[in-house]
């Protein structure tokens, strides 16, 4: 079992930022992938962000590079999002996910075994 708590929303103005955490305890965390995904009111959840165990391999969605940066600190056991330049679109719950048996930074949200709660992000225009 892993259990994955975020924190770090909030709500902000377009263009400001945010730094999103999610912490990890229960089994060892750092041979896993995490990804980050979020859901719009409405919308079905996507993809957002995966970096590999190590740190060494990411993989961003298209909407989001050049703003976002992910980065792991295994010795916490916590992942981090910066959140720059945010803009309106940004806005829903930033869910962060373990993949435990799967590999990779292009891992399909489904192969993603344990979910936290999410953190709420609502950026006004």
């Known amino acids: 079992q892993v259990q994955l708590v975020e924190s770090g929303g909030g709500l902000v103005q377009a263009g400001g930022s945010l730094r999103l955490s999610c912490v990890a305890s229960g089994r060892t965390f750092n041979t896993y992938t995490v990804g980050w995904f979020r859901q719009a009111p409405g919308k079905e959840r996507e993809f957002v962000v995966a970096?590999?165990?190590?740190?060494?391999?990411?993989y961003y969605e298209d909407s989001v590079k050049g703003r976002f940066t992910v980065s792991r600190d295994n010795a916490k056991n916590t992942v981090y999002l910066q959140m720059n330049s945010l803009k309106s679109d940004d806005t829903g719950v930033y869910y962060c996910?373990?993949?435990?048996?799967?590999?990779?930074?292009?891992?399909?949200?489904?192969?993603?075994?344990?979910w936290g709660q999410g953190t709420q992000v609502t950026v006004s225009s």
């Open positions: 996910a373990v993949a435990v048996t799967s590999r990779g930074v292009t891992i399909p949200a489904k192969q993603y075994d344990y």
């Open positions: 970096i590999s165990w190590s740190g060494g391999r990411t």
